[in-house]
């Protein structure tokens, strides 16, 4: 399940980032960032710790 939530938060930064160059889609580009990067800290919270 984390690795589905890096690659989704993967998957958006690079549309973000060619969304930045390609401002077409206007503000939307923000928030598919935006989203990418609650779906890593989402990740980062859910990972187990090894103790």
């Not at 060619?18 to 859910?46: E, K, P």
């Amino acid at each position: 399940m984390n690795s589905l939530l890096y690659i989704i938060a993967v998957i958006l930064v690079i549309g973000w980032a060619i969304g930045f160059f390609f401002t077409a889609v206007g503000s939307l580009i923000h928030v598919l960032l935006v989203i990418a990067v609650i779906a890593f800290v989402f990740g980062l919270i859910r990972r187990p710790t090894a103790v």
